[in-house]
């Protein structure tokens, strides 16, 4: 049987157009306003940090402190990078992209109005130019030297434990040897720990030494072993003349409490002959340094690290 061949017919004819759907062109308008106002809003609110990653792109040189009362240069500790000097002038101001130095104080204890004053003191304002984040100084390591006219260093003071709001201002002070008359420089730049000095310590025959450093009624010896601490021992003598020697007993006892929760901290508050003698000591095997205080170090830090350190907060060391 024959199959059916069914034709197909071509018919060339103009196609009628079929609509799907009528767009509303008010709510187009409408919808790409809100692309183009979300749009410009996240660029306003990221413009900082755009445009700090353009000037650090374009202008790497502005990561160094700048400052218009610059006056010479001076080179780092061992190595040739050039670090630059800043005149002390009564509105000497010293920036980088993070923060700003200004209204450099120095009152020599001669002149203060602090009946017992025995230190000259330096004062700075810090602002945080951050408008967003806040700004903490110990995660950055910077230096502030002093300098005579001579270019000889008379003190470097390590600018840290503080911590300023975003946009906000906070003074600081320091106590330093110099004399006003004889400062006539500043240098401010971050001094990496591969740029500290070398400092071995004095060791007997199994490489055992000890590092000491004083401060006031402060005595901090950090034990070593091949020049690597494993040990701190720290202890404060106050005699019961001082004036505020209740005060100390009371935070000394509270400070021996809160060290004694802790792992591999042993302390201790005594008085004996009218002395308050308040130790602690710390085992860096078990003790974690960030829960002490702010002269504690890992397990196995080296001692150059610790004296270069201390010595840049006004200690002793020798």
């Known amino acids: ?103 450099f104080t120095i009152i020599d204890a001669s002149e203060s109005t602090e009946v017992e004053a025995k230190n000259n003191e330096l004062s700075i304002t810090i602002e945080n130019l951050n408008k967003r984040e806040s700004l ?59 740029e500290y000095p070398a400092y071995t310590a004095v060791a007997d025959k199994d490489g055992e030494g000890i590092l000491k450093c004083t401060k006031d009624y402060e005595t901090v010896k950090y034990l070593l072993k091949d020049n690597l601490v494993y040990s701190i021992e720290d202890v404060y003598t106050v005699p019961n003349t001082d004036p505020e020697y209740v005060n100390y007993l009371s935070r000394y006892q509270s400070l021996s409490t809160t060290y004694n929760n802790l ?12 002395t308050l003698e308040f130790s602690t000591v710390i085992n860096l095997s078990a003790a974690k340094s960030s829960e002490v205080n702010d002269i504690t170090y890992e397990k196995d830090t080296d001692a150059k690290v610790m004296r270069f350190e201390l010595v840049s907060q006004g200690y002793k060391c020798d």
Do not use: C, W
């Not at 990653?53 to 001076?74: A, G, I, R």
């Not at 000889?152 to 002070?173: E, F, M, P, Y």
């Open 136 to 194: 903490d100084l110990d995660d950055y390591n910077y230096y502030l030297g002093i300098y005579s006219a001579e270019d000889t260093l008379l003190q470097r003071i390590k600018v840290g434990h503080l911590l300023v709001g975003a946009g906000d201002k906070s003074t600081v002070s320091y106590k330093i040897e110099a004399a006003k008359a004889d400062i006539a420089y500043f240098t401010f730049n971050e001094i990496g720990i591969d």
């Open 263 to 274: 792992p591999g901290v042993d302390s201790d508050v005594r008085v004996e002959n009218n």
């Open 1 to 103: 049987m024959a199959k059916k061949i069914k034709k197909v017919v071509i018919v060339d004819q103009e196609l009628t157009p079929t609509t799907l759907a009528i767009l509303d062109k008010k709510r187009v308008h409408f919808f790409s306003l809100l692309i183009l106002l979300a749009i410009f809003g996240s660029f306003i609110y990221y413009l900082p940090d755009i445009s700090l990653y353009v000037d650090n792109y374009l202008h790497p040189e502005l990561n160094q402190p700048t400052n218009s009362n610059k006056d010479k240069t001076h080179t780092n500790i061992d190595n040739p990078v050039e670090i630059e000097h800043y005149e002390y002038k009564d509105d000497l101001e010293i920036s980088n992209n993070k923060f700003k130095l200004s209204t």
